[in-house]
């Protein structure tokens, strides 16, 4: 049974800093992509930073404050210069494979509360 399990939630000042965690967990052939979103109160879920193989690319309201990052099984946010705005249940998503010959799926975590007083 695969899993995400999120960390690193907090609440911090306007300007500070925080960093969440992602750890994929139970049998994995290849994760494809890992991505953080997030969902202010009565808002949308929102992308906010996603990491492939390939490429990193963010939201523009985080572009030079947050930065996305994996090594194998855990994926990071980075998160600087924090802004009330940016308040919001973040989540972490996955792109996977199970299998080699299985199709890709997509599996979120459970979200992690990021609250910037200001």
């Known amino acids: 049974q695969v899993q995400l399990v999120e960390s690193g939630g907090d609440l911090v000042q306007a300007g500070g800093s925080l960093r969440l965690s992602c750890t994929v967990s139970g049998s994995i052939y290849k994760i494809n992509s890992m991505a953080w979103y997030r969902q202010a109160p009565g808002k949308q879920r929102d992308l906010v930073a996603e990491?492939?193989?390939?490429s990193t690319n963010y939201a523009d309201a985080v572009k030079g404050r947050f930065t996305i990052s994996k090594v194998k099984n855990t994926g990071a946010l980075q998160m600087n210069s924090l802004k009330p705005e940016d308040t919001a249940v973040y989540y972490c998503?996955?792109?996977?494979?199970?299998?080699?010959?299985?199709?890709?799926?997509?599996?979120w975590g459970q979200g992690t509360q990021v609250t910037v007083s200001s």
């Open positions: 990491i492939t193989t390939s």
């Open positions: 998503h996955a792109r996977l494979k199970r299998q080699w010959n299985f199709a890709e799926e997509n599996f």
